[in-house]
């Protein structure tokens, strides 16, 4: 069990969280919320799933459809949060990130699953009204396969303790060195 009365654990569990979201697909942190502005200025929340972690950058990496709302809202509007509980370790965490997109290279393409592969792309795109679900046809297409990577600047923490909650927020502009704060 880890010790998150402490600051420089807690942030090492926060990064623990997010590489075994990254490699394992049943882990906490695999599926995180990913929000961002709406292009009409509202608050837009989704779930998306968590392909990889890099400490040493402070990024986080995730996959989608270049037609999808959200890479048209990252490009207006590049701030984001995602969002992680961990129920086991009571743990909430949220990323404030500066996210950019890009296309996927041909060796993530070949990377990545067949299964995987048929979510990035299709006829009409993502959102377009159809009539039915089965007018919707699929077509994966690697010229719609974007990578998105987020820029972590602040992670707050949450720790719902037996004793009391915990509240931490590290930033990227003070080497995320941690402060606690009032819950
Ligand atoms: C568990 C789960 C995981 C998902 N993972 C992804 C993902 O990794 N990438 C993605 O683009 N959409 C993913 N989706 C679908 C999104 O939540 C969303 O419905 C879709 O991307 C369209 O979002 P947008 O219109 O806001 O761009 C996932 C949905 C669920 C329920």
Not at 129 to 154: G, N, S
Request: charged share 25%; aromatic share 6%.
């Amino acid at each position: 069990m880890s010790d998150l009365t402490r600051l420089d654990a807690t942030l090492d569990q926060v990064w623990y969280h997010l590489a075994c979201g990254a490699a394992e697909p049943d882990a906490p942190a695999r599926n995180l919320v990913l929000a961002t502005v709406g292009v009409d200025g509202g608050a837009e929340a989704r779930m998306v799933v968590l392909r990889g972690a890099d400490r040493g950058a402070g990024t986080l990496t995730v996959h989608t459809d270049a037609a999808s709302a959200k890479v048209a809202e990252i490009a207006a509007t590049p701030q984001a949060t995602l969002l992680v509980w961990d129920p086991l370790a009571r743990l909430q965490i949220r990323l404030r990130a500066r996210v950019t997109s890009r296309a996927g290279t041909e060796e993530e393409w070949s990377a990545i699953g067949d299964g995987a592969r048929a979510v990035y792309g299709g006829t009409p795109p993502p959102g377009f009204a159809i009539a039915r679900p089965e007018a919707h046809e699929a077509a994966p297409d690697p010229a719609r396969f974007t990578v998105l990577t987020a820029r972590i600047e602040e992670i707050e923490t949450l720790h719902l303790g037996q004793d009391r909650h915990r509240r931490a927020v590290f930033r990227r502009t003070e080497g995320f060195h941690g402060t606690w704060r009032a819950p």
